[in-house]
């Protein structure tokens, strides 16, 4: 077929004009934010949704009511086929549905919820293993912080104890072989050990965490406080550049350069995980900032020396029931531990990164050891360094008290949870042998 000048001239126009149009089409999609993906963790006081975006995005977030509602408008995004945000509120405590809906160039989600919940958004730069985020936390309203009351100077309060488990919720720690996640075993870890600080008598374990949801460094701490604890222990299971390396380590607080390579590695790991977690921004407040850094300096350097021996009697209970990275114990600027409200230690049960270290966290019977190595540590230290006003203070300063024996209770037991001798239990109370009996009050020497 012969086309003519005109008809040449017609195609060549249309031609280019569908050249254009499949530029500005293909432009205009590449130039569009992806939303990739969202996922939810649950926190005792708030609910945290999280978006993957291929960029950073743009969004407003507000609330409407009646039904209570949380509306996410995201600027400039489409979401990718199989982008199905419905499936991650099935079985969550404060979220009942999420809708989503294209509106023109713009994607809406909507966050129906069970209660009238405060929204907070940021994003976050990427950071392996994640890209961009867009993280919306939904606060529980007029949240109710429980603070326990100081003790009375004739009151004897028991010993409290904050068992930090690392990260957590989008924070998954390090990753071993076989997939082993940290956050997932030092939560147990932690746990173990609270157990293990409870049976014990003038003892009372608090979690900072107790399901998969990330704290910041600094609410971990603020938890502590609130609960009033005399030490602070955080619980990890990291990785380093080489699956060669193993072995427990304790670590305290330094500001003046980490102890060796290993210690410094871990410190920039750990003091990272707000990146990954995600936190806003952190206001010191209005405080003065001379003053302030000074009564910092002035507290930690006095909780410094304590730290260290905490962390000594830790290090010492370990190395009985593992192989130690290294037998003293070490300093570097973790984040975490920077509160000047009590001693603080970081406790590296192993690490992950080795395969054989990696098995042996995830198996009930070691983190059982490792448990009770921890507790038997932190109670050694309290011995020695009983708080004021505390059970094992007053028993410290000789008075002995009263203990009704209950079932399942036999001598030795008793003896070892108290820190006495079974011996010196039978001779305090008359004794011939070991038979005890329900209801029978045993008298426990002080000064153990």
């Known amino acids: 077929m012969i086309l003519t000048s005109e008809q040449r001239n017609w195609t060549s126009a249309w031609s280019n004009f569908l050249v254009m149009v499949a530029l500005t089409l293909s432009s205009t999609a590449a130039s569009a934010v992806t939303l990739e993906g969202v996922r939810m963790h649950e926190a005792p006081d708030s609910t945290r949704v999280v978006f993957d975006t291929s960029q950073s995005v743009q969004y407003k977030v507000f609330t409407l009511n009646n039904p209570e509602r949380v509306v996410v408008d995201l600027i400039d995004v489409q979401p990718e086929i199989s982008f199905d945000p419905s499936v991650v509120a099935v079985g969550r405590k404060r979220v009942s549905q999420l809708r989503a ?70 924070d998954p720690g390090a990753i071993g072989p076989k997939k082993v996640y940290e956050k997932r075993v030092v939560l147990q870890l932690a746990k173990r050990i609270v157990q293990q600080l409870d049976a014990k008598h003038g003892f009372d374990g608090v979690l900072t ?29 990291d990785a380093f550049k080489s699956a060669n390396v193993k072995g427990a380590s304790v670590y305290a607080l330094s500001d003046r350069g980490a102890s060796s390579e290993t210690a410094a590695w871990l410190a920039e790991r750990e003091n990272r995980s707000d990146l990954l977690g995600g936190v806003g921004d952190v206001s010191l407040g209005d405080k003065d900032p001379v003053l302030a850094q000074v009564l910092l300096d002035l507290s930690m350097d006095a909780n410094r020396s304590q730290s260290i021996d905490a962390g000594k009697a830790v290090l010492a209970n370990l190395g009985r029931i593992t192989k ?125």
């Open 101 to 170: 809906g294209q509106r023109k160039n713009n994607y809406r989600i909507v966050i129906e919820t069970k209660e009238a919940l405060d929204p907070k958004a940021f994003t976050l730069r990427p950071i392996e293993p994640y890209g961009h985020r867009l993280v919306v936390d939904l606060l529980v309203k007029n949240r109710k912080v429980v603070v326990a009351p100081e003790p009375r100077r004739s009151d004897s309060r028991d010993i409290v104890i904050a068992i930090d488990a690392g990260h957590g919720g989008d």
């Open 209 to 237: 965490r107790t399901g998969d949801y990330y704290l910041g460094h600094r609410k971990r701490t603020q938890i502590a406080r609130e609960s009033r604890a005399d030490l602070f222990v955080s619980i990890h299971a």
């Open 324 to 448: 130690l990275h290294k037998s003293r114990v070490e300093q570097a600027a973790f984040v975490v531990l920077k509160s000047p409200d009590m001693p603080s230690i970081l406790v590296e049960t192993g690490f992950i990164s080795n395969p054989d270290e990696a098995r042996r966290l995830s198996q009930a019977e070691h983190q059982d050891k490792v448990a009770r190595a921890v507790a038997r540590g932190i109670e050694q230290f309290m011995r020695a360094n009983p708080p004021p006003g505390t059970l094992l203070a007053q028993r410290t300063q000789g008075s002995e008290f009263r203990y009704t024996i209950v079932r399942g209770d036999t001598l030795s037991a008793i003896a070892q949870r108290f820190g006495v001798s079974s011996g010196n239990l039978r001779r305090h109370n008359g004794l011939r042998g070991d038979k005890i009996r329900i209801g029978q009050v045993l008298r426990i020497p002080g000064g153990a």
